[in-house]
Every structure is written in structure tokens, then in C-alpha cells.
């Protein structure tokens, strides 16, 4: 009888030592563990940058379709200076003296063009055009002028082999006055070819214009707007001097020949020589100190006999797309 009240008393006791045990001081709840979330695990683990390799640029291709104007590249380059021109013009006509080496003068235009906050995509090349008080006598005679001498050095047009500077290599000058925008292009070339008349003429040796008449107002625009003009002059056909003639090819709705450009030319010792008026209305444009058009000037060549074709473009621009403005230069009209 001892013994069970004994063992009744020692449950008692050891059942109160567990509850007790249970609520001793330091013995709080266990903190719950907490997973990271998905979108937390998932920024650790593609937090990074993945480096591409830059796709390579192709390689220029040469383009052999002949049109107003190529749209080509091309790797050669002119040197930038012209040779020396001596010796007696070929024609009794026309009177020319001896001619200095070319200044190759090339600056790219960093300033803001007229009228605009907005400057093109790219280095171009700025040619100045000199007002003069008298204009020019169109005979081929440079001696006269007195604007910087620019060259039109660059390949952007190959139908066939290019030989070279000793072919074909170019200079130009620039001046105007209030009724007319005046050219004078030099040009070293191996053989006068030009069979073509009208819009054919950039088939053969001729010079082209072009010239962006609101530079200001589409500075970054890549295409041909209708104030955008591609111009054509050609020295005469079949030789320099029978029937020199303007065409103009763009804007399409002024297409056509132009009888009111004065030209003159002269041929002599492997090169010949073209000195243009261009009335500004045919751009439309009122001229004015400080004014400011995009601008290139280019030579097309056929050294063939008896062909019809468009072998060769050099440019005074390295880039020339003549349905891109932004490639041209820019032209600044300075006194």
C-alpha cells in the first residue's frame, strides 16, 4: 500500500518538473526561416551583362550601274593636290595662261549652318564661295579668280579598272554674285570621251552638281526633297567646246535641258577646263551673304572611244550618295 501511494506521489512530482521545464526564461519560440523570393533569386542569378561581339562592316562594294549619279564606294583616293597646267590652248578662241599648282584645301565644317540648331551627320567637307563684284569671263582662264582652289579628289564611282591620278583627278572654285552662281572646274583626265547629249550626259566627261537649296530646314533628312537639285554640265560632244550644254535631272518635275547657263570651256595638254554661270533661280534661291547649302562637286569619266558609258565618278566628298543630302559638303557664301 506504501509503495502504490509512492508511486502515485513520483508521477505527481515529474509531471510538474516537464511543465515547468516547459517555461523556463531563454527558451522562446524558434525564429522561422525564410526563403528568398523567386524574382530576388532570379535577379542574382542573371544579373550580368552579356558582351556581344560588333558585327564587322562589310566590305565596299563598287557599283556598276550606270545613272545620274551613282550611289557607290569605293577604297582608291586622289592625291589632293592638282598638277601644274602649261602650255598653249589647243583653240585660238579661247585665251588661257599658265595655271599654279592646286592648294588642296579641305575643312570640315563644325559650325552650326544658318539658321538652324541642327548640324549634319558627320564630318563634311566646306567649300566657300566668293562673292565677286564682276563676273567672270567664261574662257577657261583661271587667273581671274580669286576663290579657293578645292579638290575633287575622292573615288566614289568605279565601272571599270580606275588607273589612277595620272587619268583622272579634279579642282573646282566657287563664286557668286546676285544673279548667278559660278563654277570653275579643272579636270586631268587621259582622254575626252562624251558621245551623249541631254540626259545622257553624265554617260560620258562631265561635271555634276549638287546642291541641297534648304540646308537649314532638312539638315538631317536622307532623302531627296523637292528643294534638293542634281545638276549636269557637259564641256561639248564629241569634242570640248562643240555644243557644251546643261541638264538638270532632279527635282523630276524641273527635269530637262538648261539654255540659260552660260558655259565655257577649253582643252589643253591632257586637261580641260569648264567655267559655268547658273542663274539662282533655277534653286530658287535669293542669295545673301552667310548663306549656307549642302553641296558637292563631282566628275564623271568615259575614257572609251566610241562608248556611251560612265566608267569613273570622283567627288569632293569621300561619301557621296546623291539620294542622301546628309553625305554632301556644304557650301558658304562669304564676301
Known amino acids: 500500500m506504501k509503495f502504490?501511494?509512492?508511486?502515485v506521489y513520483a508521477g505527481i512530482i515529474s509531471l510538474l518538473g516537464v511543465t515547468a521545464g516547459c517555461s523556463l526564461p531563454g527558451h522562446g519560440a524558434p525564429t522561422p526561416f525564410v526563403f528568398p523570393t523567386p524574382n530576388q533569386t532570379m535577379t542574382a542569378l542573371f544579373n550580368y551583362t552579356l558582351a556581344i561581339p560588333p558585327t564587322a562592316t562589310p566590305p565596299a562594294v563598287q557599283t556598276a550601274t550606270s545613272q545620274p549619279g551613282q550611289v557607290a564606294s569605293a577604297t582608291a583616293t586622289l592625291p589632293a593636290a592638282v598638277a601644274t597646267v602649261?602650255?598653249?590652248p589647243v583653240s585660238a578662241t579661247t585665251t588661257a595662261t599658265k595655271i599654279a599648282s592646286a592648294t588642296a584645301v579641305s575643312t570640315l565644317a563644325t559650325s552650326t549652318p544658318a539658321s538652324t540648331t541642327a548640324?549634319?551627320?558627320?564630318p563634311v567637307q566646306n567649300t566657300v564661295g566668293l562673292f565677286v563684284s564682276t563676273p567672270?569671263?567664261?574662257?577657261?582662264?583661271?587667273?581671274?579668280?580669286?576663290a579657293i582652289e578645292y579638290p575633287a579628289k575622292f573615288v566614289?564611282?568605279?565601272n571599270s579598272a580606275h588607273p589612277g591620278s595620272s587619268d583622272l583627278q579634279a579642282a573646282y572654285r566657287v563664286a557668286w554674285d546676285t544673279h548667278y552662281l559660278y563654277l570653275a572646274?579643272?579636270?586631268?583626265?587621259?582622254?575626252?570621251v562624251q558621245n551623249a547629249t541631254g540626259k545622257d550626259i553624265y554617260k560620258g566627261d562631265s561635271v555634276e552638281l549638287l546642291l541641297d537649296a534648304n540646308l537649314a530646314g532638312d539638315v538631317r533628312v536622307q532623302t531627296l526633297t523637292k528643294d534638293d537639285y542634281q545638276f549636269g554640265i557637259s564641256p561639248g560632244s564629241p569634242s570640248v567646246g562643240t555644243d557644251p550644254e546643261?541638264?538638270?535631272w532632279y527635282p523630276t518635275s524641273q527635269t530637262g535641258s538648261r539654255t540659260d547657263v552660260k558655259i565655257?570651256?577649253?582643252t589643253q595638254d591632257g586637261y580641260y577646263r569648264v567655267e559655268a554661270a547658273i542663274p539662282w533661280s533655277t534653286f530658287g534661291i535669293t542669295p545673301a551673304t552667310g548663306m549656307q547649302f549642302g553641296f558637292a562637286l563631282s566628275v564623271s569619266d568615259d575614257d572609251s572611244t566610241g562608248t556611251t558609258r560612265q566608267e569613273r565618278m570622283v567627288s569632293s566628298v569621300p561619301n557621296r550618295d546623291f539620294t542622301d543630302p546628309t553625305t554632301w559638303g556644304i557650301l558658304t557664301l562669304t564676301k
Do not use: H, Q
Open 4 to 7: 502504490r501511494k509512492f508511486m
Open 156 to 158: 566614289v564611282f568605279v
Open 264 to 266: 565655257g570651256t577649253v
Open 86 to 88: 602649261t602650255g598653249t
Open 119 to 122: 548640324t549634319p551627320t558627320g
Open 185 to 192: 572646274v579643272k579636270v586631268k583626265d587621259a582622254a575626252y
Open 136 to 146: 567672270p569671263i567664261l574662257n577657261g582662264d583661271w587667273s581671274e579668280w580669286k
Open 246 to 248: 546643261a541638264y538638270l
